[in-house]
Nanobody, 125 residues
Framework: QVHLVESGGGLVQSGGSLRLACAATGDIGSAFRFESLAWHRQAPGKQRELVAHISKESRTNYLDSVKGRFTISRDNAKKMVYLQMNGLKPEDTAIYYC????????????????WGQGTQVTVSS
């Protein structure tokens, strides 16, 4: 079984920055480099949003509202995926989840994903 553990969430002022990290553990090994990775978020009273996606070739896609502010990256040797968040806004407040898996051709697909437990990001105005 593959497990994902997020870290780096917290409370930050509007305009601030935060770097989220997600570590993959368990039965993944060298196969990690062949998997797509993504960050999602869910705020109270709102639907889940796919924030950022990175393919095995390190091609990236972003939610329009975070383009130019957020950057997703991966480290295959460490089996890690990161989300650098700059210029944070109150509307970025949510629980952030990392995921592993899914087809690269359909980056918004939720089929066959492994999910982490999430980390809380709170941006004060």
């Amino acid at each position: 079984q593959v497990h994902l553990v997020e870290s780096g969430g917290g409370l930050v002022q509007s305009g601030g920055s935060l770097r989220l990290a997600c570590a993959a553990t368990g039965d993944i090994g060298s196969a990690f480099r062949f998997e797509s990775l993504a960050w999602h978020r869910q705020a109270p009273g709102k639907q889940r949003e796919l924030v950022a996606h990175i393919s095995k070739e390190s091609r990236t896609n972003y939610l329009d509202s975070v383009k130019g502010r957020f950057t997703i990256s991966r480290d295959n040797a460490k089996k890690m995926v990161y989300l650098q968040m700059n210029g944070l806004k109150p509307e970025d407040t949510a629980i952030y989840y990392c995921t592993l898996g899914g087809p690269d051709k359909d980056w918004k697909s939720l089929v066959g994903l492994t999910w982490g437990q999430g980390t809380q990001v709170t941006v004060s105005s």
